[in-house]
């Protein structure tokens, strides 16, 4: 069954800790917490003392993507927070071979985070380091974007890729109902959503609508 990763870009930001509480008990499988640093991306949300702080607050595993220019120095910090996954953008790495290295020297699962434009071809040569592929199907930056359909190919194009290696792939961005039911017919194994999670109030069967 797919796993489902709720955005906690769509909550309130004045009650994280509830709202993460309230996504664990909804059935969520981990939280997906959108680092972005006005740099990389316009948009500014997160820092690791953030993480920290609501790290007390459920056991679900903290799925960290990290939209932010060179990422070296923020993995440690991340890691120490309570990261278990730790997703940087292929685009956004100089070295991104030893970058994806040192995320499991510092003890958190390996993820690369692949925007609309980027080809499948970018992490071909890094498959052994990773445990999580993350398709964007939107430009990072903001919730509530419409899904980018020509990332399905995308999907499929990783899942033959990968072949039999443990490796699991997320998408992230516009996944409401009708967009899931393609993502995870392409191969998906992780759906991240914010808006469709959080919209009416009722994320346990938002939650399971996507699933
Ligand atoms: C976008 C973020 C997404 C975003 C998804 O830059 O990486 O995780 O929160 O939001 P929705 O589900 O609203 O598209
Ligand atoms: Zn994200």
């Given at each position: 069954?797919?796993?489902?990763?709720?955005?906690?870009?769509?909550?309130?930001?004045?009650?994280?800790?509830?709202?993460?509480?309230?996504?664990?008990e909804?059935?969520?499988?981990?939280?997906?917490?959108?680092?972005?640093?006005?740099?990389?991306?316009?948009?500014?949300?997160?820092g690791?003392?953030?993480?920290?702080?609501l790290?007390p607050?459920?056991?679900?595993?903290?799925?960290?993507?990290?939209?932010?220019?060179?990422?070296?120095?923020?993995?440690?910090?991340?890691?120490?927070?309570?990261?278990?996954?730790?997703?940087?953008?292929?685009?956004?790495?100089?070295?991104?071979?030893?970058?994806l290295?040192?995320?499991?020297?510092y003890?958190?699962?390996?993820?690369?985070s692949?925007?609309?434009?980027?080809?499948?071809?970018?992490?071909?040569?890094?498959?052994?380091?990773?445990?999580?592929?993350?398709?964007?199907?939107?430009?990072?930056?903001?919730?509530?974007?419409?899904?980018?359909?020509?990332?399905?190919?995308?999907?499929?194009?990783?899942?033959?890729?990968?072949?039999?290696?443990?490796?699991?792939?997320?998408v992230?961005?516009?996944?409401?109902?009708?967009?899931?039911?393609?993502?995870?017919?392409?191969?998906?194994?992780?759906?991240?959503?914010?808006?469709?999670?959080?919209?009416?109030?009722?994320?346990?069967k938002?939650?399971?609508?996507l699933?």
């Open positions: 069954m797919v796993k489902i990763a709720p955005s906690i870009l769509s909550a309130d930001f004045a009650n994280l800790g509830k709202e993460i509480k309230a996504l664990e909804a059935g969520a499988d981990m939280i997906h917490i959108d680092v972005m640093d006005g740099h990389y991306v316009p948009n500014l949300t997160f690791a003392a953030v993480v920290k702080a790290r607050y459920t056991k679900l595993p903290f799925d960290v993507h990290l939209m932010v220019k060179d990422p070296d120095k923020m993995i440690p910090w991340f890691a120490k927070a309570g990261a278990d996954i730790i997703t940087v953008h292929a685009e956004a790495c100089s070295h991104l071979d030893k970058t290295m040192s995320i499991k020297e003890g958190a699962k390996v993820g690369v692949l925007n609309p434009a980027t080809s499948e071809e970018t992490i071909r040569y890094v498959l052994d380091r990773l445990d999580q592929i993350l398709v964007m199907s939107v430009n990072p930056g903001f919730g509530g974007q419409t899904f980018i359909d020509s990332q399905l190919e995308k999907i499929s194009n990783i899942k033959q890729m990968i072949g039999d290696k443990a490796i699991e792939i997320e992230d961005g516009g996944i409401n109902p009708m967009t899931a039911a393609e993502c995870i017919a392409a191969g998906a194994d992780i759906l991240v959503a914010g808006s469709s999670i959080f919209v009416g109030g009722d994320y346990k938002n939650i399971n609508g699933r």
